[in-house]
C-alpha cells in the first residue's frame, strides 16, 4: 500500500482487528465490497492517513472503474473467445462493448450477462464460419485460377457470404423459401454483368460446406 501500512494495521485501525479484519480491507481495495458507501470508504483513507487530495484522488478513481458485475461479464466475454487470434479477440470484445439490446428491452443483471456471453460466443462462432468461408473462397479462386486481386474475385467472396446467409436464413424454414433465396441469388451475378460460371461453382461449394457444416451439428 502507498501509506506503508499492512492489511492487518489498515484493519485494526478500522477497529476489525479479528480474523475477518484483512479480508475486509482486500474487499475493499479491489472494489468488491457491495453497497461500499462514503463512510465506509472514507474511514479506510483516513485510517491509511490520507489528506484531502488523495481522497479526491481515490474517489474518482473507485467510481471511475467497472463495477464487480462488469468485470465479472468482461471476463466470461474474454474466456468465450479465447483461442482467436488477437484481432479476433478484440473484435469480439469490440461487439460487446458497442452493441447494446433493443431499445424498450429491460433486463435483469443476470439476463444482461447471459445475452452478452451467449453473443459472444455467437460472434466467435461467425469468425470460424467466415474463416470456413474464406478458405472455401481461395480454394475456388485456384480451381478457376482467379487471382485474388482481380475483381471478379471480390465479388465472388462477397457472393459466397450471400450464399451461405441465405441458407443460414433459411435453415429451418419450408424448403420452397430456401429455393425461392436461391432462386434470387441466380440472379445476382447477372444483374452485376458478370459472367455467371464462376458463380455457380462458388455456389456448389458454398453449399457443400453448409451441408458439411450441418452434419457435424456446428449450427446447433
Same mark, same amino acid.
Given at each position: 500500500?502507498?501509506?506503508?501500512?499492512?492489511?492487518?494495521?489498515?484493519?485494526?485501525?478500522?477497529?476489525?482487528?479479528?480474523?475477518?479484519?484483512?479480508?475486509?480491507?482486500?474487499?475493499?481495495?479491489?472494489?468488491?465490497?457491495?453497497?461500499?458507501?462514503?463512510?465506509?470508504?472514507?474511514?479506510?483513507?483516513?485510517?491509511?492517513?490520507?489528506?484531502?487530495?488523495?481522497?479526491?484522488?481515490?474517489?474518482?478513481?473507485?467510481?471511475?472503474?467497472?463495477?464487480?458485475?462488469?468485470?465479472?461479464?468482461?471476463?466470461?466475454?474474454?474466456?468465450?473467445?479465447?483461442?482467436?487470434?488477437?484481432?479476433?479477440?478484440?473484435?469480439?470484445?469490440?461487439?460487446?462493448?458497442?452493441?447494446?439490446?433493443?431499445? +424498450?428491452?429491460?433486463?435483469?443483471?443476470?439476463?444482461?450477462?447471459? /445475452? =452478452?456471453? *451467449?453473443? $459472444? #460466443?455467437?460472434?466467435? %462462432?461467425?469468425?470460424?464460419?467466415?474463416?470456413?468461408?474464406?478458405?472455401?473462397?481461395?480454394?475456388?479462386?485456384?480451381?478457376?485460377?482467379?487471382?485474388?486481386?482481380?475483381?471478379?474475385?471480390?465479388?465472388? +467472396?462477397?457472393?459466397?457470404?450471400?450464399?451461405?446467409?441465405?441458407? /443460414? =436464413?433459411? *435453415?429451418? $424454414? #419450408?424448403?420452397?423459401? %430456401?429455393?425461392?433465396?436461391?432462386?434470387?441469388?441466380?440472379?445476382?451475378?447477372?444483374?452485376?454483368?458478370?459472367?455467371?460460371?464462376?458463380?455457380?461453382?462458388?455456389?456448389?461449394?458454398?453449399?457443400?460446406?453448409?451441408?458439411?457444416?450441418?452434419?457435424?451439428?456446428?449450427?446447433?
Amino acid at each position: 500500500m502507498q501509506a506503508g501500512l499492512t492489511q492487518g494495521e489498515v484493519a485494526l485501525r478500522l477497529g476489525r482487528a479479528g480474523p475477518g479484519g484483512k479480508s475486509y480491507v482486500c474487499r475493499i481495495e479491489r472494489g468488491g465490497f457491495p453497497g461500499l458507501g462514503f463512510h465506509v470508504l472514507g474511514g479506510f483513507l483516513q485510517a491509511c492517513g490520507a489528506g484531502p487530495d488523495s481522497i479526491t484522488d481515490t474517489v474518482a478513481w473507485y467510481f471511475g472503474r467497472p463495477s464487480a458485475f462488469e468485470e465479472r461479464t468482461r471476463k466470461q466475454v474474454a474466456e468465450a473467445a479465447a483461442g482467436l487470434p488477437v484481432l479476433k479477440q478484440a473484435r469480439v470484445t469490440y461487439y460487446d462493448t458497442f452493441h447494446k439490446p433493443a431499445v +424498450g428491452r429491460r433486463e435483469t443483471p443476470d439476463e444482461q450477462r447471459e /445475452r =452478452r456471453v *451467449r453473443e $459472444a #460466443r455467437g460472434q466467435v %462462432r461467425s469468425i470460424g464460419w467466415e474463416r470456413r468461408l474464406h478458405r472455401v473462397w481461395n480454394d475456388v479462386l485456384n480451381e478457376l485460377r482467379i487471382g485474388c486481386k482481380e475483381p471478379l474475385a471480390a465479388y465472388l +467472396g462477397a457472393y459466397g457470404r450471400k450464399v451461405f446467409a441465405a441458407l /443460414r =436464413r433459411t *435453415r429451418k $424454414a #419450408r424448403p420452397v423459401w %430456401r429455393e425461392k433465396a436461391m432462386a434470387e441469388l441466380d440472379n445476382w451475378a447477372a444483374a452485376q454483368g458478370l459472367p455467371p460460371e464462376p458463380f455457380v461453382r462458388m455456389k456448389q461449394a458454398v453449399l457443400s460446406l453448409f451441408v458439411d457444416m450441418e452434419r457435424r451439428g456446428e449450427f446447433d
